[in-house]
């Protein structure tokens, strides 16, 4: 019986290929332009170029196999999946989430997928929409025309006030100022830094952030619970179906919740936030979105139907994705011994696929280190865009957040003329990927 994960034409091989790492001259280089850029994402693209489509970087106690391509994707996202763990219990995401969507494995994902994914469905979209304008309209209406802002924290306001009203029926207005110091510490907590090398790093101010965010997330919790005991109906979102699902318990909805508005507001962030910056930074794209919105909505507030005709916008938001995927890296461990490509992966091993350096390989894209919009007239080959990867296990919030991108942007652009401040900004590896130092912005009303 052939192995799983196993590749036809190199199963039998007589020796395994040495995953290649890094000399220490590639690596000088590799620094020359990290530093350059500001940025490690591309010096992958240096090892990538020298080392091909699979590479080891060897650093203490931290040696994952870096893979790019779509061939490579495909077999990690699809023909091997099931020989792949997405948890590794000592990464601070997974001691964060616990079992929530993102990072459960086997049939704790499977049933809670299921159990969650109406809520996430195209078809429970349309009643979010106006949700969607409305919460983008309280954070615009607050800024004033003279004034600078930096439009991370921004759009991180508006994609919270979404994630909260429509998966949770909660008004977040009133607690952001609350909450927003815990929940920025709570996502340091889970970037990348120090644990790489020393798992145990103590995070004291990280364990108080925690705890606040868990009594808000337990308290909403516990008054739906009574909501529903003492009327006995529930609304109809994703908070109302987990509540009143059989066997939940309260850890298991936090731990949901939690994914929920860690995944699903953070991605969003960073993907507005770049779309801004864009925006701001090609103003011949600008003129062609105001055009669309323009003709498309007129002076009416956006709905699903007008969002059938941004055609521009959608080319403009899968341009930013692929330019500045919030989600640039996939991390997988392996279940038992594979081989793939001639190269031998044993279990516990960490691998990883470059979201970041596959959208910009030349193989797949023309120029790729060009903003084109217009590049996605043409389908892109399967597995060479992934920023909400894919196979089985793509990310249940995607067309949620496809949606809900193109519902703020509409807005914005339907309301305000934009003015970038400052050009000279750079990728900045959080949680997700973000464009520092910010995106200055002016915003005039139209």
Same mark, same amino acid.
């Given at each position: ?27 000088? %280089? ?43 994707? $495909? ?31 086997? #049939? ?80 340091? *907590? ?10 145990d790093v103590p995070r004291p101010n990280y364990w108080r952030a925690l705890r606040r965010i868990d009594a808000y997330l337990h308290q909403i919790i516990h008054a739906r619970r009574a909501h529903l005991a003492q009327s006995g109906t529930q609304p109809n979102d994703l908070l109302g179906i987990l509540v009143s699902a059989e066997g939940v318990d309260d850890a298991m909805i936090r731990d949901q919740m939690l994914t929920m508005i860690i995944a699903g507001h953070d991605t969003s962030t960073g993907l507005l936030a770049w779309a801004m910056y864009l925006l701001g930074a090609h103003p011949e794209a600008a003129q062609r979105l105001r055009a669309e ?11 699903? #139907? ?23 890296? +996939?991390? $997988? ?8 490509? +001639?190269?031998?992966?044993? %279990?516990?091993?960490?691998?990883? *696929? ?9 193989? *797949? ?5 060009? /903003?084109?919009?217009?590049? /996605?007239? #043409? ?10 990867? +894919? ?42 990927? #973000?464009?520092?130092?910010?995106? /200055? ?6």
């Amino acid at each position: 019986m052939q192995q799983p994960g196993l590749t036809k034409n190199k199963a039998h091989a007589a020796a395994h290929a040495k995953i290649p790492t890094p000399s220490g001259k590639l690596a000088l %280089k590799a620094l020359q332009v990290m530093l350059r850029a500001r940025s490690p994402l591309p010096a992958l693209e240096v090892f990538h170029g020298e080392l091909g489509k699979v590479f080891r970087v060897n650093l203490p106690s931290f040696k994952p196999i870096m893979t790019a391509g779509a061939e490579w994707a $495909r077999w990690l996202l699809v023909e091997a999946r099931e020989s792949f763990l997405w948890k590794a219990p000592k990464d601070p995401i997974a001691r964060l989430l616990r079992d929530g969507l993102l990072v459960a494995d086997g #049939e704790t994902h499977d049933s809670m997928r299921r159990l969650m994914n109406p809520a996430l469905h195209r078809n429970a979209l349309i009643s979010y929409v106006e949700t969607m304008w409305r919460a983008t309209d309280r954070i615009a209406d607050q800024w004033q025309p003279e004034q600078a802002y930096d439009m991370l924290p921004e759009m991180r306001k508006i994609a919270l006030l979404i994630v909260m009203e429509t998966l949770f029926s909660v008004d977040f207005m009133p607690h952001i100022a609350h909450y927003w110091a815990p929940l920025l510490q709570t996502l340091r *907590y889970i970037s990348p830094g120090i644990w790489i090398f020393w798992a145990d790093v103590p995070r004291p101010n990280y364990w108080r952030a925690l705890r606040r965010i868990d009594a808000y997330l337990h308290q909403i919790i516990h008054a739906r619970r009574a909501h529903l005991a003492q009327s006995g109906t529930q609304p109809n979102d994703l908070l109302g179906i987990l509540v009143s699902a059989e066997g939940v318990d309260d850890a298991m909805i936090r731990d949901q919740m939690l994914t929920m508005i860690i995944a699903g507001h953070d991605t969003s962030t960073g993907l507005l936030a770049w779309a801004m910056y864009l925006l701001g930074a090609h103003p011949e794209a600008a003129q062609r979105l105001r055009a669309e919105v323009d003709t498309a909505l007129g002076e009416a507030p956006p709905t699903m #139907e007008h969002l059938a005709q941004l055609k521009y916008l959608d080319r403009f938001i899968d341009e930013t994705l692929r330019l500045y995927p919030p989600a640039h890296l +996939g991390s $997988r461990i392996a279940a038992q011994d594979l081989t793939h490509d +001639g190269y031998l992966i044993r %279990k516990g091993e960490r691998v990883t *696929y470059s979201i970041y350096v596959t959208h910009r390989m030349a193989e *797949y894209w023309q120029e790729p280190a060009e /903003f084109y919009p217009d590049r /996605f007239l #043409e389908k892109p080959v399967p597995y060479s865009f992934l920023p909400f990867g +894919g196979g089985p296990r793509n990310c249940i919030g995607a067309a949620f957040a496809q949606v809900e991108a193109k519902v703020i942007l509409a807005r914005l652009i339907q309301r305000f003329d934009f003015t970038l401040l400052k050009r000279d900004v750079h990728m900045h590896m959080a949680v997700t990927l #973000e464009p520092r130092p910010g995106v /200055f912005m002016r915003a005039r009303r139209r």
